[in-house]
């Protein structure tokens, strides 16, 4: 796991001024990205070299998991016309560096996976992507046909901006990273900052500026002189479409597949030079991940399980986890954070180094705290993430089938916040509609000074599916890389930890994703095809129990400990909020929210973080 940014472009002004300009930028792009690389630092660049038409900066930090002497990057080819800068973990690189070996590639590393990325280039060109097994955003400068080559895991586990100008490429692991760069322009986008306040993220390909996007997730880029080109290796409903329709029904065989596949995922990811830990927190996936780690590094060393618990016992999971631990006979640590003193200065400070922009998900608190207990035990961690995107876990999916029957609701003035959103979302034409809003923070008619602009990102899959079948794939394409794995990559990475998640591997998702949302989920309960291949490892309070989130109560701060920062920040003379003629809105939701008329923590959240990211960044421009 590591930090990667590069420059690389074409008719490029030849002085010495522009060269130290570039010289500047990788210096300060490294600087930017230590926390996610404290083991090391490379740098490679072509400034030197006679009769090349590009100029190329490539930027590495390095967290050495695997093959620590070996796996110094940016790495090469044997002939040095190849360079690539990686981040992540290729889990089948053994079995694809014995297949190149059998193909004639030399390999000079002992066991260090990226040298299989320049060797699987030259022998496998764009079809590379595809072939790997893992999480990854890698940038590959092949010098002899002077092409660039990026690509992104099949998720987005791994984050990858870029900004294309004037046949110049800039990329990074990060928005500072990419930002920091000479000539790379820097205005934010108002649709970007409307649809982050709608949902709370920013979906793939978008960033909140404007001449910046992230590579989206199972998408390969080239650029070379004659400019840009991009390509898909993988889609989350490929299966399902050559299939047709979904499958309704789940065999005996099925159920033997499915944990099979787990297993497999499990294991692949369980090899590493450095200790591992676990999250265990007390819902269902972290549960069986970390009880199919345990079953299978019996002959290795022993993997220790990490749980942080609050005052708050409405939030609390140390008693689950308890259980579960003691059931699955885990080495368990347990440990308690006063977490509100530095809720704040924590915020500020994953916004300057690695959110980048606005995000609105408080959770990426605690799962910033989690890391850093976790980083005090071993480099590397187990998660369950992506459980409820691939198994059904979210009970707005249950909700969206229920308007999808044609149920309507009348507009009470419901004192709970679900029954408002349903009644909002029962009144929006189409799935793809109520399901945006129930998902909103704001609906599109609270941010009309902003202009008019859809949640809704561009997929689309056959009406013919069912409706929690479209939500799961909706959040797959979405919410999973725009939300949850921004943060726990932006939390974990803050803490220079790497963090696996085996229900994300894709060959798993192919095989679920071929089932109907009626398979995963009932009126009752969700994740049921999990809870049958997988029950083994979960005590009965985990089995029977609720889908829990993990979460802290950041409203409740709001009212008491955190209230005076809150309203400095919202209510500032300069704050963005008054620029972009929502002042009021802004005020109305605070008023309610300290009255307790109204929960509006997770909307009051969302236009906090904005503001922290404008005190940072008032040299935006807005466009």
Same mark, same amino acid.
């Given at each position: 796991?590591?930090?990667?940014?590069?420059?690389?472009?074409?008719?490029?002004?030849?002085?010495?001024?522009?060269?130290?300009?570039?010289?500047?930028?990788?210096?300060?792009?490294?600087?930017?990205?230590?926390?996610?690389?404290?083991?090391?630092?490379?740098?490679?660049?072509?400034?030197?070299?006679?009769?090349?038409?590009?100029?190329?900066?490539?930027?590495?930090?390095?967290?050495?998991?695997?093959?620590?002497?070996?796996?110094?990057?940016?790495?090469?080819?044997?002939?040095?016309?190849?360079?690539?800068?990686?981040?992540?973990?290729?889990?089948?690189?053994?079995?694809?560096?014995?297949? =190149?070996?059998?193909?004639?590639?030399?390999?000079?590393?002992?066991?260090?996976?990226?040298?299989?990325?320049?060797?699987?280039?030259?022998?496998?060109?764009?079809?590379?992507?595809?072939?790997?097994?893992?999480?990854?955003?890698?940038?590959?400068?092949?010098?002899?046909?002077?092409?660039?080559?990026?690509?992104?895991?099949?998720?987005?586990?791994?984050? =990858?901006?870029?900004?294309?100008?004037?046949?110049?490429?800039?990329?990074?692991?990060?928005?500072?990273?990419?930002?920091?760069?000479?000539?790379?322009?820097?205005?934010?986008?108002?649709?970007?900052?409307?649809?982050?306040?709608?949902?709370?993220?920013?979906?793939?390909?978008?960033?909140?500026?404007?001449?910046?996007?992230?590579?989206?997730?199972?998408?390969?880029?080239?650029?070379?002189?004659?400019?840009?080109?991009?390509?898909?290796?993988?889609?989350?409903?490929?299966?399902?479409?050559?299939?047709?329709?979904?499958?309704?029904?789940?065999?005996?065989?099925?159920?033997?597949?499915?944990?099979?596949?787990?297993?497999?995922?499990?294991?692949?990811?369980?090899?590493?030079?450095?200790?591992?830990?676990?999250?265990?927190?007390?819902?269902?996936?972290?549960?069986?991940?970390?009880?199919?780690?345990?079953?299978?590094?019996?002959?290795?060393?022993?993997?220790?399980?990490?749980?942080?618990?609050?005052?708050?016992?409405?939030?609390?999971?140390?008693?689950?986890?308890?259980?579960?631990?003691?059931?699955?006979?885990?080495?368990?640590?347990?440990?308690?954070?006063?977490?509100?003193?530095?809720?704040?200065?924590?915020?500020?400070?994953?916004?300057?180094?690695?959110?980048?922009?606005?995000?609105?998900?408080?959770?990426?608190?605690?799962? %910033?705290?989690?890391?850093?207990?976790?980083?005090?035990?071993?480099?590397?961690?187990? /998660?369950?993430?992506?459980?409820?995107?691939?198994?059904?876990?979210?009970?707005?999916? #249950?909700?969206?089938?229920?308007?999808?029957?044609?149920?309507?609701?009348?507009?009470?003035?419901?004192? /709970?916040? #679900?029954?408002?959103?349903?009644?909002?979302?029962?009144?929006?034409?189409?799935?793809?509609?109520?399901?945006?809003?129930?998902?909103?923070?704001?609906?599109?008619?609270?941010?009309?000074?902003?202009?008019?602009?859809?949640?809704?990102?561009?997929?689309?899959?056959?009406?013919?599916?069912?409706?929690?079948?479209?939500?799961?794939?909706?959040?797959? %394409?979405? %919410?999973?890389?725009?939300?949850?794995?921004?943060?726990?990559?932006?939390?974990?990475?803050?803490?220079?930890?790497?963090?696996?998640?085996?229900?994300?591997?894709?060959?798993?998702?192919?095989?679920?994703?071929?089932?109907?949302?009626?398979?995963?989920?009932?009126?009752?309960?969700?994740?049921?095809?999990?809870?049958?291949?997988?029950?083994?490892?979960?005590?009965?309070?985990?089995?029977?129990?609720?889908?829990?989130?993990?979460?802290?109560?950041?409203?409740?701060?709001?009212?008491?400990?955190?209230?005076?920062?809150?309203?400095?920040?919202?209510?500032?003379?300069?704050?963005?909020?008054?620029?972009?003629?929502?002042?009021?809105?802004?005020?109305?939701?605070?008023?309610?929210?300290?009255?307790?008329?109204?929960?509006?923590?997770?909307?009051?959240?969302?236009?906090?973080?904005?503001?922290?990211?404008?005190?940072?960044?008032?040299?935006?421009? =807005?466009?």
């Amino acid at each position: 796991m590591c930090g990667i940014a590069g420059f690389v472009g074409w008719d490029c002004p030849p002085e010495d001024r522009w060269h130290r300009q570039l010289a500047a930028g990788a210096r300060q792009a490294d600087e930017l990205l230590r926390h996610r690389g404290p083991d090391g630092s490379g740098q490679w660049n072509n400034m030197t070299s006679p009769g090349h038409g590009a100029l190329v900066w490539l930027v590495h930090r390095r967290l050495s998991i695997i093959d620590h002497a070996g796996g110094h990057q940016p790495m090469d080819n044997e002939d040095g016309s190849v360079h690539v800068v990686f981040n992540g973990e290729i889990y089948n690189h053994l079995e694809l560096r014995r297949e =190149l070996s059998d193909l004639g590639h030399s390999f000079t590393s002992d066991h260090c996976d990226t040298e299989v990325l320049v060797h699987g280039w030259e022998q496998w060109k764009t079809d590379l992507p595809g072939k790997l097994r893992g999480m990854f955003a890698f940038a590959l400068w092949d010098g002899r046909r002077e092409e660039l080559f990026l690509a992104r895991d099949y998720f987005g586990q791994k984050p =990858l901006f870029y900004t294309v100008t004037d046949r110049r490429l800039v990329f990074g692991s990060t928005l500072p990273s990419v930002r920091c760069w000479p000539g790379v322009a820097a205005a934010a986008s108002i649709a970007s900052l409307n649809r982050y306040l709608q949902v709370g993220y920013l979906p793939p390909s978008e960033t909140i500026y404007r001449d910046i996007k992230s590579v989206e997730p199972g998408t390969w880029m080239h650029m070379d002189g004659n400019g840009l080109s991009i390509g898909a290796f993988w889609r989350p409903e490929q299966s399902l479409l050559r299939l047709g329709q979904p499958l309704d029904v789940v065999t005996d065989d099925d159920i033997r597949t499915v944990r099979q596949i787990i297993f497999d995922a499990v294991e692949s990811q369980l090899h590493a030079d450095v200790p591992m830990v676990g999250f265990l927190s007390g819902g269902i996936d972290s549960a069986l991940v970390c009880g199919v780690a345990k079953a299978l590094k019996l002959d290795r060393c022993e993997l220790q399980t990490v749980t942080v618990g609050f005052d708050e016992k409405a939030y609390d999971e140390m008693s689950l986890a308890e259980q579960t631990a003691g059931r699955l006979n885990l080495r368990h640590h347990q440990c308690y954070i006063d977490m509100k003193p530095s809720a704040m200065p924590t915020l500020e400070w994953l916004m300057k180094y690695t959110l980048g922009q606005p995000f609105a998900d408080s959770s990426i608190l605690p799962t %910033y705290w989690v890391a850093n207990v976790a980083r005090s035990l071993a480099p590397c961690a187990l /998660s369950g993430d992506g459980g409820d995107e691939i198994f059904g876990g979210y009970d707005r999916y #249950r909700a969206a089938r229920i308007l999808g029957s044609g149920l309507r609701l009348p507009d009470w003035g419901y004192r /709970s916040e #679900r029954m408002r959103r349903m009644a909002v979302a029962s009144r929006g034409q189409g799935w793809q509609k109520q399901y945006a809003s129930l998902c909103a923070l704001f609906q599109p008619s609270d941010l009309a000074p902003l202009g008019n602009v859809q949640a809704a990102g561009r997929y689309q899959p056959p009406s013919s599916w069912d409706i929690i079948r479209q939500c799961m794939l909706t959040d797959q %394409y979405y %919410y999973l890389p725009g939300d949850v794995l921004w943060k726990v990559d932006s939390a974990s990475m803050a803490c220079g930890l790497e963090v696996r998640s085996p229900l994300l591997d894709h060959h798993l998702a192919d095989w679920a994703n071929r089932f109907s949302g009626g398979v995963m989920m009932n009126w009752r309960r969700g994740k049921l095809l999990l809870r049958r291949a997988m029950g083994d490892f979960l005590p009965p309070s985990v089995q029977r129990g609720p889908k829990r989130g993990f979460g802290v109560p950041i409203g409740a701060w709001m009212r008491d400990s955190l209230r005076a920062d809150t309203e400095a920040i919202l209510f500032s003379s300069d704050a963005l909020n008054k620029a972009l003629g929502i002042a009021q809105l802004v005020e109305h939701c605070w008023k309610e929210h300290l009255a307790g008329r109204r929960e509006h923590t997770h909307r009051i959240f969302a236009l906090l973080m904005l503001e922290v990211w404008h005190q940072q960044n008032r040299d935006v421009a =807005l466009s």
